[in-house]
């Protein structure tokens, strides 16, 4: 089922791709784990006929995150580093990609140690400034990718303006809007021809599915993926798809709760003498403050905060309770990692520092506790330092 665009995002997040069963009126959408289809003869059959290539669990959820963002369709891999590589893996041997140069590290760990190997270009460049993406273009330069707020340091790339950019040159644009999730910022709105998602994330909210999702603006690019679907087959199982449908029901409230309390949270890292500084786009000091508000709904609950060395950040990461050390976020429960040693490791030191990545950086993933809760618990574990 397709609801009417002008339903509102938390009516569409329950209601898009998600009708009530026919055969049963089941309110959740039936999880069909199935491999095959039973044919009526030679070419006639229901719309199924192997589950690599298509399984109904996962087409309600395609419709499902092709609603919510806005596109014309969406294709879910089995993680989000399968979506990305899905997407590069529309473009040929010799083609470049102008990237974001604060990207999640496992991004730019596929582009320069995998697809590198394949004969792919890519280039790095700092995308707050719009200008040094049409720098970086070149004559076989087939895409640009970002990343925005950037992971882990929150920095914010006008997207608007990147995609004029684009658009005048004939690029596709490709945003990662995992930390925002649709329902605080849409990049296809702004001029994007691809959003990709980890699932994993803020999209399925209970930090228990792997998953990853591309959403597409022109029906070339949705055929061309669900060719790579079939052809590749790092599709998402009909399980993990129920979980993200499952979640997504719950993302409008989930995102009001991380966001509120992101800011709550924030302010109290801004406000407290062992923090040395705090990066989070909803501070007014944030030098991004303003494109912000203009471009998200929200600030989210991602936050970085440093804490001025790998001593301190160490001493006060044992300490925490509430809030679970760990890779990953987006989940209801408040994640707190060490960027340095978890997700940013493979970018070594030299590619950390070029970039402004620190030892002592820490980065929280606000959940939904009661966030005094999360405050109490942050306190005790600064007092360590
Ligand atoms: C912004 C961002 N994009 C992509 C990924 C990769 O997703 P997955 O871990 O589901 O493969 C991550 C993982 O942390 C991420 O944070």
């Known amino acids: 089922m397709k609801t009417a665009k ?40 229901k719309g199924y006929e192997y589950s690599r290539v298509s399984n109904p669990t996962r087409t309600h959820l395609e419709e499902n995150l092709a609603s919510l963002e806005g596109g014309v369709a969406a294709r879910v891999y089995a993680s989000g ?5 899905a997407i590069v893996s529309m473009l040929k041997s010799g083609d470049h990609v102008v990237c974001g140069n604060d990207l999640y590290g496992g991004t730019p760990r596929l582009f320069n140690q995998v697809m590198a190997d394949l004969g792919q270009e890519f280039s790095y460049v700092d995308t707050t400034e719009a200008d040094n993406v049409e720098r970086a273009i ?43 999730s649709p329902y605080f910022q849409q990049p296809l709105a702004l001029g994007a021809d691809l959003v990709v998602h980890s699932t994993t994330k803020f999209l399925n909210g209970h930090s228990d599915g792997l998953g990853g999702v591309v959403v597409c ?22 399980f993990e798809c129920w979980l993200v449908l499952r979640g997504v029901k ?33 501070l007014a000091n944030h030098p991004q403050h303003a494109l912000a508000r203009k471009q998200m709904s929200g600030f989210g609950s991602m936050i970085t905060f440093e804490t001025g060395s790998l001593k301190n950040a ?21 994640l707190i990692s060490h960027p340095a040693t978890m997700t940013h490791a493979g970018l070594g030191e030299k590619g950390r520092k070029q970039i402004g990545i620190t030892d002592g950086m820490v980065r929280i993933s606000v959940g939904i506790e009661n966030v005094e809760d999360i405050i109490a618990d942050l306190d005790q574990a600064l007092a360590a330092i």
């Open 217 to 238: 603006a022109k029906q070339e690019h949705a055929d061309k993926l669900a060719f790579l679907q079939k052809a590749v087959g790092a599709i998402l199982s009909p």
């Open 138 to 180: 070149r004559k076989n330069t087939r895409m640009v990718y970002v990343e925005t707020p950037t992971n882990p340091l929150m920095r914010i790339s006008d997207l608007a303006a990147i995609a004029a950019i684009c658009k005048r040159r004939k690029i596709s644009l490709v945003v990662d809007n995992t930390f925002m």
């Open 314 to 334: 160490n001493k006060m990461l044992k300490k925490c309770r509430v809030c679970s050390l760990g890779e990953s976020l987006g989940g209801v429960e408040t």
């Open 6 to 45: 002008t339903l509102g995002f938390a009516t569409r997040a329950i209601h898009d791709g998600q009708a009530p069963d026919p055969l049963t009126g089941s309110v959740t959408v039936p999880i069909y784990p199935t491999s095959t289809y039973v044919q009526q003869g030679i070419g006639e059959h």
């Open 250 to 282: 719950t993302l409008a409230a989930r995102m009001e709760i991380h966001d509120r309390s992101g800011r709550i949270v924030a302010d109290f890292l801004a406000k407290h003498k062992k923090v040395k500084a705090v990066f989070y786009p909803g």
């Open 81 to 85: 580093m399968a979506a990305i590589h």
